[in-house]
């Protein structure tokens, strides 16, 4: 009796080998964050698609089983870091907390904001509400984490509280940690959206496609979050499989814009095409400022203009931004960069201009279809090549 009771300690019910029973955590904790991505964040939290009641109630138990997390509160609080993104308000900014607050602390700030009554009641709309989420989820929120444990114990002995603790680690290391904090600190951006998100990675696959973070916030009602060709999402990637086996119906992702062979006359149809692709226009004419940037570089490293081409060199990194994003050093060496630079200047004055067009809520579609126009108008007048072809390709918004 005794030598079973330590058996079943030492190896619990199913004798795995350390490496059976690190594939099981890895699949485990795969699989809430899976939940996490698909249920949680692209489901509730922004509707971007709908879930089969079946799948829906199975991410709710499993990650009330190994998280605790309660949809009304984490969407609730998601939807309020979209809202009051980089502000004072926003409960997890790295940019107005500091990387290592958000980074270390990440699961109390988001336990400390879920006692925030208002924001479950002004952002926590739509949410399951049902008996289940108020007697059992709702009502006992440790007793799933519990029941997780004393699971693992009889699966892999006194070896199943480390595959426990792991799990209960893995959403607050890495969603509230490494998601809402890098992903607003450091790595590259597709988009220059008005937050500071950025993507960590182009491959989505350890963080259920989460990566992806600039990409996210740029559309944040896309079921899909890569962009770009080099781009993986292995959450959309479930999101398809779970859609043939209707288990989920997409209602929306980001555009893909469509460029008509033939089409030079602008008209409603590409104002239209280019307000719902308007973050990829502004990405499209950032590389075409840094192009022409380079170029103005090598013009004058080749002419020895030694003091202007180190000016120029220190601004690479952050001329082609907008404006607005800018420090005050940044801007005090503005007009210093523009001196005797017609090119560079006309390239800063049409990017002001064509950004104005999206901040133009007021104007109908007729002015703001003249205001497009005359954008083209002048970028083909300019002489200047690059923006002739920007706007040819403008015209070809279908």
């Not at 330590?6 to 955590?25: C, E, K, N, P, R």
């Not at 009330?64 to 900014?93: F, N, V, Y």
């Amino acid at each position: 009796m005794l030598n079973s009771l330590l058996d079943f300690l030492a190896h619990g019910t199913l004798h795995f080998s350390w490496w059976q029973i690190v594939l099981f955590t890895l699949a485990v904790t795969h699989v809430t964050i899976i939940g996490v991505t698909v249920y949680l964040h692209r489901c509730q939290a922004h509707r971007a698609l709908d879930l089969h009641p079946v799948a829906s109630h199975f991410f709710r138990f499993w990650l009330w089983m190994t998280t605790g997390m309660l949809t009304g509160q984490w969407a609730a609080i998601h939807r309020k870091h979209h809202a009051k993104c980089e502000t004072e308000e926003d409960p997890h900014s790295p940019q107005t907390r500091g990387i290592w607050k958000v980074l270390l602390e990440g699961a109390e700030l988001y336990r400390a904001e879920a006692r925030n009554e208002e924001t479950m009641r002004r952002f926590g709309h739509g949410t399951p509400n049902d008996w289940m989420e108020r007697n059992v989820y709702t009502k006992y929120p440790i007793l799933g984490v519990s029941l997780m444990m004393v699971i693992d114990v009889a699966l892999f002995g006194v070896v199943g509280l480390t595959v426990w603790a792991v799990q209960m680690a893995w959403i607050p290391f890495w969603a509230a940690g490494v998601v809402n904090g890098l992903g607003h600190f450091w790595g590259y951006r597709n988009f220059n959206s008005e937050d500071a998100s950025t993507n960590l990675f182009p491959l989505g696959i350890l963080i259920g496609g989460e990566e992806l973070h600039n990409n996210h916030h740029t559309y944040a009602t896309s079921a899909k979050l890569s962009n770009k060709w080099f781009e993986f999402d292995i959450g959309w990637g479930y999101i398809r499989l779970m859609s043939a086996c209707r288990l989920a119906k997409v209602k929306k992702v980001a555009p893909t814009p469509r460029l008509a062979s033939r089409k030079l006359v602008l008209d409603q149809d590409t104002l239209q095409a280019v307000l719902s692709n308007r973050y990829e226009v502004m990405a499209r004419y950032a590389k075409t400022v840094k192009r022409a940037y380079r170029q103005e570089l090598a013009r004058l490293k080749e002419v020895g203009a030694r003091e202007k081409y180190a000016l120029m060199k220190s601004a690479g990194k952050w001329f082609h931004k907008d404006e607005s994003g800018l420090d005050e050093p940044q801007k005090r060496q503005l007009p210093e960069i523009f001196a005797n630079n017609q090119t560079l200047l006309t390239f800063i004055e049409l990017r002001k201009d064509l950004a104005a067009i999206w901040d133009r809520s007021n104007a109908s579609r007729e002015q703001l279809l003249a205001q497009l126009q005359d954008w083209c108008h002048r970028a083909e007048q300019s002489g200047i090549k690059a923006l002739q072809e920007f706007a040819l390709r403008l015209r070809r918004y279908a």
